[in-house]
């Protein structure tokens, strides 16, 4: 996406990764529409995504995406349309906004290991396991759901005695890097932007980064690494979403002229 010449600290977040605009909107929608009842403008949406690069093209496309897939619903009002979370899509975004919103790490909770028949389908094994679950080797898994296959030995475990290789398994050095360059980059916005709308989309860049980074992975990394890069990620974007604080609506609706 090309966009025009910005403030070095919000260039560097479009910089980050690539964004993708269905994804983007998606993060849109979570932040902006808080209860069933919130709608956001065509024109609104519209401006935020021009101010990121994305054409009213680009735009289009992911809306239709986004409805054939049953996340948004749009509303026609007078020469224009809103746009909404369907009940699905809302369900969807409620089910992680405890997570992305977090100011701290999870409450402390046990670690399991899981180890399934070495006779076993190993592809069965990994079908019964939480999608948060990490497996270690075959048929072989962290987690903390006990859920396990019938025949498996599941095995509370005290998650500071794991060794340097299970940790990186649970915590991989890419995503590691990712998160300590986000936290880089996030620290570098000390002071709110002069306009509404570079402080909006400033929020939902750094949201949406931490958002992709985040829903990787469930809480096992916090669980058993404690002070590791993902943590020092939680604690800048919790920081910079108290200083870019959302809109109210009336002020949200004034964007498209701005």
């Known amino acids: 996406m090309d966009a025009p010449a910005r403030d070095p600290s919000l260039q560097s977040l479009f910089d980050f990764a690539p964004i993708k605009v269905w994804s983007m909107v998606v993060t849109i929608m979570g932040d902006l529409c808080r209860?069933?009842?919130d709608r956001i403008g065509g024109q609104v949406l519209g401006r935020i995504?021009?101010?990121m690069?994305?054409?009213n093209q680009a735009l289009r496309t992911a809306l239709h995406r986004l409805k054939?897939?049953?996340?948004v619903e749009a509303l026609r009002e007078g020469r224009g349309s809103t746009y909404a979370l369907t009940p699905t899509g809302r369900e969807r975004t409620e089910s992680v906004r405890p997570v992305l919103y977090a100011t701290g790490r999870p409450a402390p909770a046990p670690v399991f290991l899981i180890v399934g028949n070495p006779s076993g389908p190993a592809k069965s094994f990994e079908d019964m396991l939480d999608e948060a679950a990490v497996l270690i080797a075959p048929r072989i898994a962290l987690s903390t759901d006990p859920s396990a296959p019938p025949d498996a030995l599941v095995q509370t475990l005290d998650a500071a005695s794991f060794p340097d290789w299970i940790r990186a398994e649970v915590a991989p050095p890419d995503l590691a890097q990712e998160?300590?360059?986000l936290t880089a980059r996030l620290g570098a916005i000390q002071i709110a932007p002069d306009t509404p709308l570079d402080a909006l989309v400033t929020r939902l860049l750094a949201l949406h980064h931490w958002r992709?980074?985040?829903?990787?992975?469930g809480d096992l990394p916090d669980l058993m690494l404690g002070d590791w890069p993902g943590d020092t990620a939680r604690n800048e974007i919790a920081r910079l979403l108290a200083l870019l604080p959302r809109p109210a609506r009336g002020d949200l609706a004034k964007l498209a002229d701005a």
């Not at 054939?68 to 996340?71: K, V």
């Not at 992709?212 to 992975?217: Q, T, Y």
Request: neutral net charge; hydrophobic residues 30%; aromatic residues 10%.
């Open 35 to 37: 209860t069933p009842e």
């Open 49 to 51: 995504m021009e101010e």
């Open 53 to 55: 690069g994305v054409t």
């Open 68 to 71: 054939r897939d049953g996340w």
């Open 179 to 181: 998160y300590a360059l």
């Open 212 to 217: 992709r980074l985040r829903l990787r992975h």
